[in-house]
């Protein structure tokens, strides 16, 4: 049975669709089937792994609203075993179409549970701010995987979003975990980095992985050649800490 992982963070510019593209990339580079779901208006995802947005007829929008199955919006292939459903800026009005909607907080885990046996792990980019959506994602999710950039309002951001997760757990999903914290954009320069670090284990009970993404330029450089890092330049330390990661994860799917 695959594995839901939504990736968030209210704060935006942390990391989060980059951890979506490159762990999805990844995951798969090691030999797992994946379905990366871009469920952010801004459609980040689909554009960083190589999709012209203009060229897609059924997004994920066309999914919440009914007017696709969920064949005719998987793009299948788009790295070997990595399969995407696409996302545009339709999806950003469907907070408010889906508002009379009966259970709408659920739309997104009833549309994806014809395929979660199909996938080793199903990846969910959300939006970088608490609404409609992203509770659609944690209601789908078995876990949730926050991405922390090294930065002085970082426990800020996290408290924010492990607040949420306890409010989905409470009302909506209560087998919801949290997958664990990746810390973003270090850099070993600085002090404030290695404080942050520090800082967030010191206060946080919940897992934090040990893999940390370094502040890498080709890492800056590969969504705009539509690129997972892995194939843009796998040799570079971004691609090494992802991979790593992705190790990371696959062995805690094996331990749960």
């Known amino acids: 049975m695959g594995r839901i992982i ?126 409609l959506l992203t509770i659609n994602a944690l209601t789908a999710a078995d876990t949730v995987l926050i991405p922390i950039q090294c930065e002085y309002y970082a426990l800020e951001g996290l408290s924010q979003v492990l607040n949420t997760v306890n409010l989905v757990q409470k009302k909506l999903n209560p087998d919801l975990e949290v997958e664990g914290v990746v810390f973003t954009m270090y850099d070993s320069r600085t002090n404030l980095s290695l404080q942050v670090v520090e800082n967030v284990k010191e206060h946080l009970n919940e897992n934090i992985y040990k893999t940390i993404i370094p502040r890498n330029v080709r890492l800056a450089e590969a969504p705009s050649h539509g690129m997972p890092i892995n194939l843009y330049d796998g040799r570079s330390s971004g691609a090494e800490s992802y991979r790593l990661l992705a190790a990371e994860v696959i062995s805690r799917g094996e331990e749960l």
């Open 6 to 131: 939504a990736i968030t963070n209210q704060k935006g510019g942390v990391g989060k669709t980059t951890t979506a593209i490159n762990l999805s990339a990844c995951l798969a580079e090691a030999g797992q089937k994946i379905l990366a779901v871009d469920f952010d208006p801004q459609g980040n995802t689909t554009s960083g792994l190589g999709l012209e947005k203009e060229d897609i007829e059924n997004t994920v929008y066309e999914l919440l609203m009914g007017e696709c199955g969920l064949e005719q919006c998987i793009v299948p292939s788009i790295q070997e075993r990595l399969d995407i459903i696409p996302s545009d800026m339709d999806l950003a009005g469907a907070e408010v179409e889906l508002l009379e909607v009966k259970e709408k907080e659920k739309i997104l885990k009833r549309k994806l549970a014809p395929v979660v046996g199909q996938y080793d792990f199903i990846l969910i980019d959300c939006p970088p701010s608490l609404n």
